[in-house]
Each structure stands twice: as C-alpha cells, then as structure tokens.
C-alpha cells in the first residue's frame, strides 16, 4: 500500500509544506518571509506571527499541488527541533491539530537529519541517492558539522563548531562589508567577480575535526577597520577581491577537516547540505575535492539546500517505515543535536 506524507517546517523564517509518496516527491510549497530584511536578522515574534499567516494557505497548496486529498495522507511529519520556539510551535500545533481531525499518527522530525536526509529526495524513480555510510558536511546558519551517516536513522557527528557556523561567519563579514542580510549569497554573488589570492585572513589551528571560524571572523573586521581608517572607500573599491578572499577562507577551512574526515572514516561517499552548501564556491570545491578523491560528490539542488519541508517529508516517510510514531505531549526543542 503507498505511504504518503505530508512534512511541515517552520524552524525559522521559511514556512514550508510538502508530500512525499513512497519516496518520490509531489509538491514541495515555501513562503518566505521577507519581513526581516529591514532588521538585519530574523526576528522571532514577527517570524512567529508570519508563520501563523502563511501555514494554512501553505499546507493546502502542498496538497492540492500534489493532486492527492487529505484523507489520501498516511501521516504528517514536523520538524520538532531545534530552531525558534515560537516558529517550531506553529508547525508543530498546527501538525497535532491536523492528525488529530485526520485520524492519522505524526512524526516528529529533527531539521537537522532533515537536511542530510535531503539526499533521499527523489523526483523521479530513477534520481541517485547515496550509499551507507556517507559523510554529510552539514553547513547553514546554525550548524556546521562533519556527520557520518550510518543509515536514515543513525547519524554520528564526527566535528562540529565550537563557536560560529559557516553561515554566520558568511553573514557577519557580510554585515561589516555593509551588504544586506543574510550576507552569503551576496558574498556568493561578488565573489565571483573578485581576486580569491588578493587578501589573506586567519585560519583557525583546532585538533581533531571541529571547526571555528571566530577568528576569522574578528580578522576580517580588524582588517577592514584598519583599511578604512586610511581609505574611507575601501570596502566598495574592493568589495569584490574582499568577498573572494573570505569565500576562498572559508571554504579552505570546510575542506581541511572534511580530508582529514575522509582519511578516518574511508568512506567513498561525500555529501554536503544546508543553507551555505548554495554556495557556488563550496560546490565547486566539493566537486573537485570528491573527483581528485574517487569519491561520489552529493551536491543537493539549491531548492534542497534551505529550508523546506520535503526533507521533513522524506526524514518522516523514513521513520513511519520504523514505525517511529510521536505523542501528542511531544514539544518542540529549540536547541537538539543529532
Ligand atoms: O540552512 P539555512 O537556510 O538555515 C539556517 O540554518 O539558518 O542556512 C542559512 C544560511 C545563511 O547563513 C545564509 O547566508 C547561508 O545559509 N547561505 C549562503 C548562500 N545561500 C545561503 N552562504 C553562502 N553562499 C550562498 N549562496
């Protein structure tokens, strides 16, 4: 009999719905929210509030885009954590409330094996997806995290970040360079017009295989303050070469522990996902990293690399086949690891 499941996400800003049916993916709906640009960062009252205007008209798209009915649904999936409290109890009320009317059991999901669990995805029956045990280099606003992946249920993380995530480290240099929030695509954007050699920034010394990009973060600050202080246009005269130079640091970082996570795990299989993995440079790298390696490079779709709520659907489907059910006094977490 086919398992058919609708995922919702509301972690952040993105309210998002989507259905799964057996594996395959029949509509996958997102309304961003653009009420936080004027600010500079997501605020979460008003992130709240935009949820609960948009999950209504966004759960009934996702049905009506997959050309299924409510009562054809199996089950509905959640993420249940980690993420803003306010936004994670609107996915998650509305999920209880919705299952309960529908008679159907929910899921609850963690964003986190959402987004290694983007991979699984597929459009069509024949999409490749990885192979266990793969490597999955989680990097977003949040997280950035070496993870192996020993099944779609059993994650190991094998390096995190001890400070800032890759994300904020693109979006804090960017707020210095005075471009909008969030900065990375923008650095994304110059970077590819700019000199990757031109500037040098530091790189963090941290054993074993966690990341730090907070002194990078206060070097690239210090080097502009300095620069400005004898050229007020520095940063616009060299915004571009600024940009690639940061990218390039960044990415240097990313690879270095992610060789050394290759080495000890002898995986053949490399995946990357979350926000920061659209990062045409991160790509690029990735790519060629896994084709002088011999590995298998996993590089999601963009649509794939933020949040949506097909990861959600594809984590639940997984778990509704382990019969992994949740209760309805289950709340949401702001803060969980995998
Ligand atoms: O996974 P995600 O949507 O959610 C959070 O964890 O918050 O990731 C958002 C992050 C932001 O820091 C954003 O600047 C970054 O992903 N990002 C990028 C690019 N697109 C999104 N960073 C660099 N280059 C990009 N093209």
Known sequence: MSVTILGIESSCDDTSAAVIRDGILLSNVIA??????????????LASRAHQQNIVPVVDAAIRRAGIDRHDLSAIAFTRGPGLLGSLLVGTSFAKGLSLGLRIPIIDVNHLHGHVLSHFIREKEDDTVPEFPFLCLLVSGGNSQ?????????????GKTIDDAAGEAFDKCAKVMGLP?????????????????RFR?????????????????TSFLYTLRDAVRTDPDFIEKNKADLAA???KTIIDILLDKLRKAV??????????????????????AIARFCAQKGLKAFIPQRKFTTDNAAMVAIAGYFKYQDHRFCGYDEVPYARVTI
């Open 32 to 45: 961003s929210q653009s009420v936080h640009e004027e600010y500079g960062g997501v605020v979460p009252e």
């Open 146 to 158: 070496i993870i192996l992946v020993k099944s779609h249920n059993e994650m190991e993380i094998l």
């Open 181 to 197: 929030y969030p900065g990375g695509p923008h650095i994304d954007r110059l970077a590819a017009e700019g000199d990757a050699d």
């Open 201 to 217: 920034f530091a790189k963090p010394h941290i054993p074993g295989l966690d990341y730090s990009f907070s002194g990078l973060k």
């Open 245 to 247: 130079s940061l990218q």
């Open 263 to 284: 080495a000890m795990t002898g995986v053949t299989q490399v995946a990357i996902g979350g926000g920061v993995s659209a990062n045409s440079g991160v790509r690029d």
